[in-house]
């Protein structure tokens, strides 16, 4: 279970057919479950290095979620 997020989103992405934001989730207990099937493949915590064996929704993601987990925020 992870806690609501207290503040701002560390990046949001806007498109045609979404609005996501992305927050640095640093402590959760159990593991997650994906409630929407209908929205998400899949869903799961992921180290840094296991990011690049992943298949991911779009392009710019990888980037994104590498430079969250360095801290870069990008």
């Known amino acids: 279970?992870?806690?609501?997020?207290?503040?701002?989103?560390?990046h949001e992405i806007?498109?045609?057919?979404?609005?996501?934001?992305?927050?640095?989730?640093?402590?959760?207990?159990?593991?997650?479950?994906?409630?929407?099937?209908?929205?998400?493949?899949?869903?799961?915590w992921f180290s840094k290095d296991e990011l690049g064996g992943l298949l991911l929704a779009h392009d710019s993601y990888l980037a994104r979620f590498t430079g969250a987990l360095s801290g870069q925020g990008t």
């Open 14 to 44: 806007h498109a045609d057919a979404f609005h996501m934001r992305i927050w640095l989730i640093e402590n959760w207990d159990g593991s997650p479950a994906n409630l929407a099937p209908d929205e998400h493949d899949a869903i799961g």
């Open 1 to 10: 279970m992870v806690a609501p997020p207290a503040g701002e989103p560390m």
